[in-house]
């Protein structure tokens, strides 16, 4: 079941449990709203048009928050005038999830309102696990420095002290010592969380979205789903309509099992990460 509304100046098609972004509405978070202007409304085979609206037809909704658009930069140039002028504009929207059209139909998922305290609580949350991983991989580093330093100074003593026969052994027992530091450094510096944009359709801007919802390393995505994926790019500010995961936690998959060769030849079959 779904219909066609019309709402700011747009016309948009709903079914129940969708969640779209429409012109600001004046409604306060959580408040139900009627979309009274419906052009069409489908019940399985029985479609009803109207001319240009249907009588007695309205779909309900629940505000779920309130925010504004990405920047878009205005830029006016005059050549040889010296005139330039450069302005901004972010666009105000009401977030809404459809709830039933005449009554009929139930979301499966019902989504909280997102108040302006649990925000700012996410945020909060957010900004507390990337001050944590930095310290994590701060740590190690400094243990690497240390160690480094300490080497010269042991060996220095032992030059002085002893003759020059001992001297080498001293030397040859350093560059063994050397040996398995360096083998030990090499895990310590992988970091917490994986490239996402070696999976192919993901770019920078999906990536963020990505691990901001908790989707950091690629066995995160691979035990993800190309649905749950798409809602989460669906939630986000980012323009990502047009993006397709399917592929997305199977090419996590091989890499995170280190499969490159394979998910390579993969990739070179996809067009966007998207087969062909």
């Known amino acids: 079941m779904y219909a066609v509304i019309k709402t700011g100046g747009k016309q948009y098609r709903v079914s129940p449990g969708d969640v779209l972004k429409v012109e600001t509405l004046n409604a306060d978070v959580g408040a139900s709203v009627n979309f009274e202007e419906v052009l069409m409304v489908s019940d399985g085979d029985k479609i ?9 037809a309205k779909v309900a909704a629940t505000v779920i928050a309130h925010g504004r658009a990405k920047k878009v930069e205005i830029i006016k140039f005059k050549r ?7 302005t901004g504009h972010r666009q105000n929207f009401t977030q809404v999830q459809i709830q039933n059209i005449n009554g009929k139909g139930k979301p499966e998922n019902v989504m909280a309102p997102k108040t302006e305290e649990a925000l700012a609580e996410a945020k909060a949350a957010s900004e507390a696990t990337a001050k944590s991983t930095a310290k994590k991989s701060a740590k190690p580093a400094a243990k690497k ?14 030059k002085k002290a002893e003759t020059k026969p001992t001297a080498k052994k001293a030397a040859t027992k ?11 450094a090499v895990p310590k510096k992988s970091s917490a969380n994986d490239d996402l944009t070696k999976i192919e359709g993901v770019g920078p801007k999906a990536a963020e979205a990505l691990t901001a919802a908790g989707l950091v390393t690629f066995a995160d995505v ?11 790019l669906d939630e986000s500010e980012g323009k990502f309509a047009a993006m397709d995961p399917g592929t997305w936690p199977k090419q996590a998959k091989l890499a995170a099992t280190d499969k490159w060769d394979e998910l390579k030849k993969w990739q070179d079959e996809m067009d966007g990460g998207i087969e062909k």
């Open 80 to 86: 040889r005038k010296h005139h330039q002028k450069r």
């Open 145 to 158: 420095s240390v160690a480094k330093k300490a080497a010269p100074k042991v060996k220095a003593t032992e």
């Open 222 to 232: 691979s035990k993800s789903t190309p649905t749950k994926i798409k809602k989460i």
């Open 48 to 56: 009803t048009a109207g001319s240009p609206l249907v009588a007695s």
């Open 174 to 184: 350093s560059a063994t010592e050397k040996k398995p530091a360096a083998k030990k």
